[in-house]
């Protein structure tokens, strides 16, 4: 039941479900876009529409906000969810702007952003990024990424802001056993169960319906006259 310090914008529910049907992703479950099948579906087609995601490496994760002790109308399905860019699992406790100066690039080799669990007294150096006018530079290619990001934002919910968030997840595996609330590699899985149940019911009331055969057969054969 993780924490997350994040960098990115909210994904307000009603335009996630549009998104969804609009873009054709089959393998989503627009109330809860954090189950792994999902998020990946999502997240392919976010860079099959806007290529610039790929070429300019922007890292991305879908992550929903949960209560776990909800039980009222936001239970299933929170208002919005958040398209991350840069994003720390909290552990308990952090210094945030270690967690910030790590998540905004401290890592080395980490691409455009950063997926670490931080705990208190976690430090990293902040490697020199260079010239922005030169296009080889740190600085420089942060820049295409954040503006890679930004037109994300603009094509799926124009005028949200980006910005850093904490958000509380006390329920990152969903698992909800009614159709269209639960993760579809779930579902299947669920399904595949179920149908193994049922065959192994029926075999089992085939072999009773054998045996309760054989012994009616018997039992005829028992009390039959003997004929001359």
Same mark, same amino acid.
């Given at each position: 039941m993780p924490a997350y310090l994040l960098h990115g914008f909210r994904w307000h529910r009603p335009e996630i479900r +549009?998104?969804?049907v609009l873009a054709n992703v089959d393998d989503a479950s627009p109330d809860w876009v954090m189950g792994p099948a999902t998020s990946a579906a999502i997240v392919d087609s976010f860079r099959e529409v806007m290529p610039v995601l790929e070429e300019e490496g922007v890292n991305l994760r879908l992550v929903e906000q949960h209560d776990e002790s909800d039980t009222g109308r936001t239970a299933v399905a929170q208002p919005y969810a958040f398209v991350a860019?840069?994003?720390?699992? +909290?552990?308990l406790s952090v210094d945030v702007e270690e967690a910030m100066r790590i998540a905004t690039g401290a890592m080395e080799g980490e691409g455009g952003g950063v997926e670490a669990t931080l705990n208190k007294g976690d430090r990293a150096s902040v490697p020199d990024e260079?010239?922005?006018n030169d296009p080889s530079s740190e600085a420089a290619k942060r820049k295409r990424r954040d503006a890679a990001f930004a037109l994300l934002r603009d094509g799926i919910q124009t005028g949200e802001k980006i910005g850093w968030y904490i958000v509380w997840c006390g329920d990152e595996v969903r698992w909800v056993n009614r159709e269209g609330m639960i993760d579809p590699v779930q579902l299947e899985d669920l399904k595949e169960d179920e149908d193994e149940d049922d065959e192994g019911e029926d075999e089992d009331e085939g072999e009773e319906e054998e045996e309760t055969s054989e012994e009616s057969s018997d039992a005829r054969s028992d009390t039959a006259p003997a004929t001359s």
């Open positions: +549009v998104y969804v860019d840069q994003f720390i699992r +909290v552990g260079g010239d922005l």
